[in-house]
């Protein structure tokens, strides 16, 4: 291969690097948002912050929007492993205020709740102006 066509496919496989950009989606419970804030900013991730509510808890939950390359995900997945714990919760799967008088209320029951859920999609483009 001469000089100049090895430079340039060079120059194509560090562009394909740089622009392969993943946007990860991460939810968490609000217990974990102190501790896994702290170690994504400790790791050098650059992220945001929205409160969000589960659609089934209807509880207050986290989510993260962390913008990475495809070479960070392995340890951006470690922080966010290692920082949110999975624990159960007793929920009631009918609000006492939604049954009408005299219904019956089915038991609590224990769903996981915890951990994190995280979806990791493409990025078309990414610009910062
Ligand atoms: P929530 O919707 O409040 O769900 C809290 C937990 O309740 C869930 O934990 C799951 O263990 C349980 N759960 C959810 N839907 C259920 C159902 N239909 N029947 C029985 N149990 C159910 P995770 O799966 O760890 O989800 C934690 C939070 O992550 C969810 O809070 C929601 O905000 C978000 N999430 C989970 N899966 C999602 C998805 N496919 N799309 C968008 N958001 C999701």
């Known amino acids: ?3 100049a066509s090895r430079a340039i496919a060079t120059w194509r496989r ?3 690097i740089i622009t392969a950009v993943k946007l990860v989606v991460c939810i968490v419970h609000n217990r974990d948002k102190g501790k896994i804030t702290d170690e994504l900013v400790k ?3 650059k992220f945001t912050i929205i409160g969000s509510t589960g659609g089934f808890l209807r509880e207050g939950n986290t989510t993260f929007l962390i913008g990475v390359t495809e070479e960070e995900l392995v340890t951006l997945h ?3 492993a290692q920082n949110c714990q999975s624990r159960e919760q007793l929920v009631n799967v009918m609000p006492f205020e939604a049954a009408p ?11 996981p709740v915890g951990g994190a859920v995280v979806f990791v999609l493409n ?3 990414f610009h910062r102006f």
């Open 1 to 3: 291969m001469r000089p």
């Open 14 to 16: 560090a562009l394909a």
């Open 43 to 45: 790791a050098g991730f």
């Open 78 to 80: 470690k922080v966010i």
């Open 101 to 111: 008088p005299g219904a019956f209320i089915p038991s609590p029951v224990k769903v």
């Open 123 to 125: 990025v078309d483009q």
